[in-house]
Each structure stands twice: as structure tokens, then as C-alpha cells.
């Protein structure tokens, strides 16, 4: 409605400076003075009147002495309307003579007056209201031409023209996904290369990742390398409020696509469209279904040869209908996996390209620090680092805003105002020791970078365990000891004070969620055995999505709850042999980080190092 304000706004201020000319024309020059009757009476007994202008009820006199130049009347009056004017003046007393010497113009209420009077008084009202209705039904007019227009698709075409072009260069490792779209690359490039040899290309590619891997980055890659134009729509935007638009917008898209050939339809999480038909209590699904069937009915429709080719992205494709992957429509599906080390360092150095940072930074260095991290989550890192060196006044960034930026992404920001008292801080000084004394005697255990008791986000204070290398699979030695490391707070607490704090909460829900997988994914409980419990299934009810069907008896479930009970007892068990044998060790983290706060990676080295067998405390 925008628009339509501002319409409103200008037509009244120019209604206003018509006003204001109208007004300072009619101002100029003096104004005729206002007399009574008897006042007129007077002047024209003493015979100063030389004439009277009539004009309906308003009388203009002109006296003798009257200024020439003017073209105005000295004074004015009016009269009861109905009784004519010499009737009126005899009345008051004035002779015949009298009368005669004046010159009395009797003129019909003006032309002009008329004009005005009418005009300004009804017509030009209804002229405001006609406009205003006027403006307000295109607006609505607008309104309602974007209404008809549901069908569209509103697939923004995004230009691959110089500055905004992505290439493969822009995308960081994903080789192997390169290497499959490079073919549809090549096609897109020259179709006829291909139609010659009567090659069939594969028209629809299913990119499959978590968030933030660069599923969307990489498809715009695609229409870079090869220079075609780009429709990008999301699945969500199928969806509207009315059944059937769905449809017609695939429809729209679709045929759009085919003018521009050759080109790319990228589809952004398909899945919001793209589940399982029949899957879904209640709701959208219907929309969603016929919308899906749209789609494939198009993909199965056109032609191979025309170079449309379909991407579709995708973080769920454990949720897709099986006939989105059929032969014919995506069947080329393309993973991308969150970056290793090396691709870590390669995006991060896209990354940094564009921003000033400290000559020597070790980037490799930050790379080994963020293990997990997708690409979209290391440009966020390299942008906050930026925001920190800003906020510090420095033209350039440091490692420092780096490695606190890291810790920001990955628990929050820090919260200095968050002052714990003197109890609290021991209280974390001793779980977070707990956790890191822990973590550092286990085998399997990730080693320690970082203790830390200043608060971050939720937590009083982190210990920071980073794995020595990206790993894929785990064993269960491993999640033996990452148990054991969870509990080593909790524990350290109940040994040290004889007290359990909320602040093991976290960590021990943890703990039971992985103690749960560990039975019911894994197969890594030796009493339950090699078997899984619970299938994840898509269901929506109400808006919400129930993952867990059971496919095991009451009593199974008792026996895995038993199981989930032992694991984590024997994990505490773990800990509390540690804490108390390496009571001196403890104590020792415990003082430091109530002196320093934090402490790095070497200096915990260093303090592991030492012999505190016959240092007790
Ligand atoms: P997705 O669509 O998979 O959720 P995006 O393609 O939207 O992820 O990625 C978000 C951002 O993350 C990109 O704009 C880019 O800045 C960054 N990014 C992700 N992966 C990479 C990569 N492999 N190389 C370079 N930048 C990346
Ligand atoms: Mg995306
Ligand atoms: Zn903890």
C-alpha cells in the first residue's frame, strides 16, 4: 500500500499549493472596507457616493475620493436579499434626488462568481473524491492482477553476467561433484554435440548435503561454467494458500524454462514438495501431492534435446517420493559432504580472499580447529572474525578474532557480564577440569585445545576437544571414552563438593542421548546385540514430525533402558576412577583456571606433564 500513500500524499499537497495560489491572488491589493447600510445611508446623503455595483445581495459602493488606480470599490455591503435596492434606500430615508445622482449597476451574479461558486463549492469535492477513488481502485486493480497472477511461478532467473557469475572456481573442493555436473555443463554448452550422437543427458540432478555444504552455490556454478540463464525457485514457493496453484506454477516454470533454452530450473529443497505421497496426516499434503505429480509429469514431458536440465537440491532425501528418483527425471543424484580438512582450508581461503587478514595466518590452523563446520558455516566464521576486528578498530583481521570467533559459532558469544560468584566459579573450575583430566587420560578420547570458565552462551565454561583427524566412522571404544569425558564434570562435581550443580545438565542429557544410540543405532550393547530399535519414519501430524515408530516389545524396551542405565553407570564409574587417582592433576587444572581463566592446548600439556604424585594438595 505504499504506493498508495504516497499518491495520496502528493495529490493533497498540490491541493494545498492551489489553495495557497488562489488565495494570494485574491489577497492582493487592499481590501474594500465592510459598512453597514446605514453607514452607506449616511455617505450617499452627504452625496459621497458616486456609484453601486449590485451583484445579488452584495453591494459594492464608490465613493467620490475614491483611488482611480485601484481597480477595486472603496467599501462594500450587503442587503436582504428580495428587496431591491432603492426600495431599501428610500426606506432609510433617502430622496428621490439623491438616488438619482447616484449609478446604480444592478449585474447578475457574475459569470465568473458562478463559476467559482459552483466549482469550488460541489464540483471540485467531487473531483477530489472521484481522484481518490480513482487511486484507490488501481490499487486494487494492482492487488488483484497480482492475485490472478498466482499461476506464475516466481522463479527468479539470476543473472550469470560477469560480476554475479559463480564458477566451479568459487566452489571449494566437492570434486567428485564437479566432475558429474561437468557433463551438464558440456551440454548445456553445446547441445547439438551431443543430439548428434543421439546421447541422452541425464535432465534431472539431485544434490543431496546438509545444510550450508553449498548445494545452491554449486548449482549456480553450473549455469555459470556454462553461461545459461538460471530460473532458481524454492519447493516451499509451490505452496500457496490455494490448492492447485502448485501445479500451475510447475507449469509456468516449466514453460518458461523451455523459451530460454538452454537453461537450468534449480529447485531448491525439493522436499518441502518432493515427500513421500500418502506420507502426512491431515493438512497440505494434498496440494503437495499434486504439485509433486506436476513436476514429474513435466520432467517425464519434455523433450531431452531441448538443454533444460532440472537441479534440485535437497538436505532430506531420506524423506523424497521414490518416483522423484526414477530413471528420466533425477535420477543423477550428487552428494556433498561436509568438508574435510583440506576442503575446510580451500573454502576458507575463497573465503578470505576479499578481506584483509594478517599476512602470516595460519589458515591451515583453522582449518584443523573446525572439524563439522560446513562451508556456509566457515564464510559465517571468516565474516564474524571481521565483524570482531571492526568492533576492536583494527583495519585487519587477526588469528585471535578468528579462534574467538570459532568459539562464538560454536557455543555462543561470550558473556563477560555474566559474573559468576566465587563458589560458581570454583564449581566450574572443577567440572571443567573434570571433563578435560578426563578426556586427557582416555586413549580414545579427542584431545584437549581449550578449558575455559568464562561463560559462553548457555554454558558457565567448555572444554574444547577437537579430533585429531575428520573421521567418518566411529567405534565404539571411542564413544566409550566421549561418555565417560561428558561425565567427567558431573562427576568431578559429586567427588570434589558433594554436590551436583545444574550445570551438569547439559552434559548429561547428552550423554543419555548418545548412550541411546549407542544401543538403538549402533548395535554396540553387548547384551541387546546386533539390531536396531525404533524405525525413523516421516510422519507430520499437526505440523510436527514423529520420527520414531516402535518395532519392539514392552519388555525389549525395558532391557534397552536397562542397557542405556549400564552404559552411562560405567562411564561414571570411568570417571570417578580417574578424578580420584588424579586427584593432584585435577586440583592443579582447577587452580590455574581460577587464576587464568583459560587455559591453551600447550600450557594443559604442560600441566599433564608434570609428576603431582607426591604433590598432594
Ligand atoms: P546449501 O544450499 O547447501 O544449504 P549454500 O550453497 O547456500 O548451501 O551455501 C551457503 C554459503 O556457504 C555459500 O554462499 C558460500 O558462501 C558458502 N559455501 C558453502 N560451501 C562452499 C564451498 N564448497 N566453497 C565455497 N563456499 C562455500
Ligand atoms: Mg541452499
Ligand atoms: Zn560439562
Not at 6 to 27: C, E, G, Q
Request: aromatic share 6%.
Amino acid at each position: 500500500m505504499k504506493p498508495l500513500s504516497k499518491n495520496i500524499i502528493f495529490f493533497v499537497l498540490s491541493i494545498l499549493l492551489i489553495t495557497a495560489i488562489f488565495s494570494t491572488y485574491t489577497l492582493s491589493g487592499e481590501k474594500p472596507k465592510d459598512v453597514g447600510i446605514s453607514t452607506l445611508v449616511e455617505q450617499i446623503k452627504k452625496g459621497d457616493v458616486v456609484s453601486i455595483d449590485v451583484t445579488g445581495n452584495d453591494l459594492e459602493i464608490h465613493l467620490k475620493n475614491e483611488d482611480q488606480t485601484k481597480k477595486q470599490p472603496s467599501e462594500k455591503t450587503r442587503k436582504e436579499s428580495g428587496e431591491p435596492l432603492s426600495e431599501l434606500l428610500t426606506r432609510y430615508g433617502v430622496s428621490t434626488e439623491q438616488l438619482q445622482l447616484i449609478q446604480i449597476t444592478v449585474r447578475d451574479e457574475s459569470r465568473q462568481a458562478f463559476f467559482f461558486n459552483i466549482l469550488l463549492s460541489s464540483l471540485l469535492p467531487l473531483a477530489l473524491l472521484g481522484l481518490i477513488f480513482w487511486f484507490v481502485i488501481r490499487q486494487l486493480q494492482g492487488a488483484n492482477s497480482k492475485a490472478m497472477s498466482f499461476g506464475q511461478s516466481g522463479a527468479r532467473e539470476v543473472s550469470t553476467k560477469d560480476k554475479d557469475r559463480v564458477t566451479f572456481k568459487d566452489v571449494a573442493g566437492a570434486i567428485e561433484a564437479k566432475e558429474e555436473l561437468m557433463e551438464e555443463v558440456e551440454f548445456l554448452k553445446n547441445p547439438k554435440k551431443f543430439v548428434d550422437l543421439g546421447a541422452k543427458i541425464p535432465k534431472g540432478v539431485l544434490l543431496m548435503g546438509s545444510p550450508g555444504t553449498g548445494k545452491t552455490l554449486l548449482a549456480r556454478a553450473v549455469a555459470g561454467e556454462a553461461n545459461v540463464p538460471f530460473f532458481h525457485i524454492s519447493g516451499s514457493e509451490f505452496v500457496e494458500m490455494f490448492v492447485g496453484v502448485g501445479a500451475a506454477r510447475v507449469r509456468d516454470l516449466f514453460s518458461k524454462a523451455k523459451k530460454n533454452a538452454p537453461c537450468i530450473i534449480f529447485i531448491d529443497e525439493i522436499d518441502a514438495v518432493g515427500r513421500q505421497r500418502g506420507a502426512g496426516l491431515g493438512g497440505s499434503h494434498d496440494e503437495r501431492e499434486q504439485t509433486l505429480n506436476q513436476i514429474l509429469v513435466e520432467m517425464d514431458g519434455f523433450d531431452p534435446h531441448i538443454g533444460v536440465i532440472v537441479i534440485a537440491a535437497t538436505n532430506r532425501p531420506d524423506v523424497l517420493d521414490p518416483a522423484l528418483l526414477r530413471p528420466g527425471r533425477f535420477d543423477r543424484q550428487v552428494v556433498m559432504d561436509l568438508p574435510d580438512i583440506n576442503e575446510r582450508l580451500e573454502i576458507l581461503a575463497i573465503h578470505a580472499k576479499n578481506k584483509p587478514i594478517e599476512s602470516n595466518i595460519e589458515l591451515r590452523r583453522v582449518a584443523e580447529r573446525t572439524p563439522g563446520f560446513s562451508g556456509a558455516d566457515l564464510a559465517n566464521l571468516l565474516n564474524e572474525a571481521a565483524i570482531r576486528a571492526a568492533r576492536h578498530d583494527r583495519k585487519i583481521i587477526l588469528m585471535e578474532d578468528i579462534l574467538d570467533s570459532i568459539e562464538k559459532v560454536l557455543l555462543g558469544p561470550e558473556r563477560k557480564s555474566h559474573i559468576l560468584s566465587k563458589q560458581e566459579r570454583e564449581v566450574t573450575a572443577y567440572h571443567e577440569g573434570g571433563h578435560a583430566l578426563v578426556a586427557n587420560q582416555l586413549p580414545h578420547a579427542d584431545p584437549v585445545h581449550k578449558i575455559s570458565i568464562i561463560s559462553r552462551g548457555r554454558a558457565a565454561g567448555y572444554t574444547l576437544k577437537l579430533p585429531v583427524e575428520d573421521k567418518k566412522m566411529h567405534a565404539r571404544a571411542e564413544f566409550i571414552d566421549d561418555l565417560a569425558v561428558m561425565l567427567g564434570g558431573f562427576v568431578a562435581e559429586r567427588e570434589v563438593f558433594g554436590d551436583i550443580t545444574t550445570g551438569a545438565g547439559d552434559d548429561l542429557r547428552k550423554a543419555t542421548r548418545l548412550a541411546r544410540q549407542l544401543v538403538t543405532r549402533y548395535g554396540m550393547s553387548s547384551n541387546l546385540g546386533p539390531r536396531t530399535f525404533g524405525e525413523r519414519e516421516e510422519m507430520i501430524f499437526l505440523g510436527r514430525e514423529i520420527h520414531e515408530s516402535r518395532d519392539y516389545s514392552e519388555k525389549m524396551a525395558e532391557k534397552i533402558d536397562e542397557e542405556i542405565n549400564g552404559l552411562i553407570q560405567q562411564a561414571a564409574e570411568t570417571a570417578k576412577k580417574i578424578l580420584f587417582e588424579e586427584r593432584g592433576r585435577l586440583d592443579a587444572i582447577a587452580r590455574t583456571l581460577l587464576k587464568k581463566e583459560t587455559i591453551e592446548r600447550e600450557e594443559f600439556e604442560a600441566l599433564m606433564k608434570e609428576d603431582y604424585a607426591n604433590k598432594k594438595t
